[in-house]
């Protein structure tokens, strides 16, 4: 069995602080993790993902991940936030099924 | 090359009334997935397919029936629509070859009234 859980529903953060957006994943395969953001109205665009190769995996935007394995955990950080990161992220989670988290809205004030 | 491509993008259905939700894709995907996603909420699976003639249910697939004959086309069918079913519907796609890298449509709006 597969699952994914987003520790946090909504996170606001002031813009040029560090953003930090909590993933914990449990699968009986090895698995494959991404991170999406969704802006309003818009579709699903891949943020960055592991595949089991380097633990620490930079994507687009400046966000990064580390996969953890002996904390189930694959947390979705950015050093610096700005406007344009407010959205909807999303950690998602393969093993045999692609299963998504609930999501976390990010809030960025000025 | 088309990627993935959903039809129709918006549809108004009456209760009772049933319609297919078109997905096809012209990657040559193996995996194809659909989900839905309620307003201000994650996405749902409802289906899966690994491969042409095969599918199984995801996370909610009552009200939901899909097949999957040939390795482009996985259209989701739904029977008696209720207003329940109003919700944005996401059909996916991804190859084990491509990086696992996970493909979407952009989306069908679907409201029963």
């Known amino acids: 069995a597969q699952s994914v859980t987003q520790l946090d529903s909504h996170v606001s953060v002031s813009e040029g602080t560090p953003v930090l957006l909590r993933c914990n994943y449990s699968s009986s395969y090895s698995p494959s993790l991404f991170w999406y953001v969704q802006h309003p109205n818009k579709g699903l665009q891949l943020l960055l993902k592991?595949?089991?190769?380097?633990?620490l995996v930079k994507g687009i935007n400046g966000f990064e991940a580390e996969f953890k394995k002996s904390e189930t955990s694959f947390h979705l950080t950015k050093p610096s936030a700005h406007m344009s990161d407010a959205a909807e992220y999303f950690c998602v989670v393969k093993g045999g099924k692609l299963i998504f988290g609930q999501g976390t809205e990010l809030s960025v004030k000025p | 090359n088309a990627g993935v491509t959903q039809t129709p993008k918006f549809r108004i259905l009456k209760i009772g009334q049933s319609m297919t939700l078109q997905c096809a894709q012209d990657m040559n995907h193996n995996y194809m997935y659909w989900y839905r996603q309620d307003p201000g909420m994650g996405l749902k699976l409802i289906y899966y397919s690994v491969g042409a003639g095969i599918t199984d249910k995801g996370e909610v697939p009552n009200g939901y029936n899909v097949s999957r004959s040939t390795t482009e086309d996985f259209p989701l069918r739904l029977e008696l629509a209720a207003p329940s079913q109003t919700s944005v519907y996401f059909c996916a796609t991804q190859s084990l070859a491509a990086g696992n890298t996970i493909y979407f449509g952009e989306g069908s709006w679907l409201t029963v009234v």
């Open positions: 592991y595949t089991s190769a380097a633990t």
